[in-house]
């Protein structure tokens, strides 16, 4: 993609609040000026949106306790949900965390800069704001060059939870950005889209064994394979549900589209059969469908697609044999299905290997419970 050579500038302005400005920048070669302007809002206190290489971060001072809050107030963040410090590098880490375990060094070398979150004992500096008054700080160190080049010219540790309203889909793009965010963000540095497409793998190294607490971009095979033991804290992922029946689950609706999404777990093709009828049942009662499947699903739905009344919108995430492509195009797909006003997401699983078991976890707090297992 042809990037421009200076970076393009605009506001946008909004009834209530302060203007946002948004600033084109260069993804791969992030230009000077936008980011020595928005790291001076940082530095000053305010808010700045930006990219990583998972999904947009809303960024703070993580070490300046008001600029902190601002962030949970832009997002009507409860303040129970703790935040994720960014860092430049992992010579800062003694910056914001107390003791740094011998683990740390072996999976930086291995994962740092990417999108893996380390939970680790926190030093007095990090304003209790930013931990939900907890003893533990979560850090990450960012691998996109806009994310480095930002926190390196603020010369702070960012703290940045997603830049979307709590309870709300990640955003991937800036239209995602500002459809929550506008007005509520002195900046939005716009990088274009965000190429992992969920967020970063949540390790917690202060229990005995490492525990992912949220699946992420890292998996937890390649986890394994450089710490050994790790445990997976099953929260999102429901137990396999009873065949058929809608598991009542106890999961929070995160990361949630407005329409109601249904997840369906099993084996193909019974899954996709499930999945059409259910589509054929629904769309006769007059609901606007969405499906949200793999590219070489299509067929299945061609028919209920090509109806004259409120055909079936079928959304594609790439080839089930890409799991990455999944991945990345999962928060667009809702996004889009959303946008296209539809009532109710049927949504497949893509099996639990690899970035499978991050894309399971988002789309299983997405349904809040609504999990068919065929
Ligand atoms: O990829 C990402 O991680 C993105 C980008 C912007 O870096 N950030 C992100 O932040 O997803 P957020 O706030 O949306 O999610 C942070 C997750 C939450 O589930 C939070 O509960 C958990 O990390 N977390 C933060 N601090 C923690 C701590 N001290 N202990 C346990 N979990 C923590
Ligand atoms: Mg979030």
């Known amino acids: ?153 603020a010369g702070v540790p960012v703290a940045a939870p997603s830049a979307n309203r709590f309870g709300r889909i990640s955003p991937t793009c800036v239209e995602h950005v500002l459809a929550d965010l506008q007005g509520r963000v002195d900046i939005i540095l716009d990088g274009g889209p965000t190429p992992v497409g969920v967020e970063s793998t949540v390790l917690s190294l202060v229990s005995s064994i490492p525990a992912i607490l949220r699946p992420g971009g890292v998996s937890r095979e390649a986890l394994a394979a450089v710490l050994g033991e790790v445990d997976v804290h099953q929260l999102a992922i429901t137990p396999e549900p009873e065949s058929m029946q809608i598991s009542p689950g106890t999961s929070s609706s995160h990361y949630a589209p407005r329409a109601r999404l249904i997840l369906y777990r099993g084996q193909k093709p019974a899954l996709l059969q499930a999945m059409r009828a259910e589509a054929d049942r629904l769309q006769s009662e007059g609901e606007r469908v969405g499906v949200l499947a793999a590219d070489e699903d299509a067929g299945y739905f061609a028919a209920l697609r090509e109806r004259q009344t409120s055909p079936v919108c079928f959304q594609p995430v790439g080839s089930e044999q890409c799991l990455t492509d999944v991945a990345r195009r999962l928060y667009g797909a809702l996004h889009a299905l959303d946008q296209a006003g539809v009532t109710v997401i049927l949504a497949r699983d893509f099996g639990n290997a690899g970035l499978g078991l991050a894309v399971r976890d988002r789309l299983t707090r997405a349904a809040g419970g609504r999990v068919i297992q065929v």
């Open 1 to 153: 993609m042809q990037q421009p050579l200076v970076a393009r500038e605009f506001a946008i302005q909004t009834d209530n609040m302060q203007q946002t400005l948004v600033l084109h920048v260069n993804p791969e070669q992030p230009e000077a000026a936008p980011i020595a302007r928005a790291a001076a809002v940082l530095r000053a206190g305010g808010l700045v949106a930006f990219p990583t290489e998972t999904v947009y971060g809303l960024g703070a001072n993580a070490l300046d306790d008001n600029a902190v809050r601002a962030i949970f107030r832009a997002k009507d963040r409860p303040a129970y949900d703790p935040l994720i410090v960014h860092l430049a590098d992992a010579a800062s880490l003694p910056s914001v965390v107390r003791v740094v375990p011998d683990a740390v060094r072996l999976l930086a070398v291995h994962f740092w800069p990417g999108p893996l979150t380390l939970v680790l004992p926190r030093n007095a500096a990090v304003p209790p704001s930013v931990t939900a008054a907890g003893d533990t700080v979560a850090v990450r160190i960012p691998s996109h060059p806009v994310a480095l080049a930002l926190i390196r010219a």
